[in-house]
């Protein structure tokens, strides 16, 4: 993905908690982009790309 909406959590962050709420929910969501590249065999964001996906799961469009 080029990019990706993360606003609803942020929101619910500051409804929630206020600064601290919005700082801890990009923690979290931080933490799982980590998780997900490493079960993927990535350890930079920029080495990510299309050649991770399985085939026929995704509908990839230039």
Do not use: S, W
Not at 41 to 58: A, D, E, K, M, R
């Amino acid at each position: 993905a080029r990019g990706t909406m993360i606003g609803r959590a942020m929101v619910y962050g500051l409804g929630a908690m206020g600064e601290e709420g919005v700082l801890k929910a990009l923690q979290i969501i931080h933490k799982e982009l980590d998780i997900t590249m490493a079960f993927c065999g990535h350890t930079n964001i920029q080495t990510v790309n299309t050649n991770i996906l399985l085939p026929g799961t995704y509908d990839f469009k230039n």
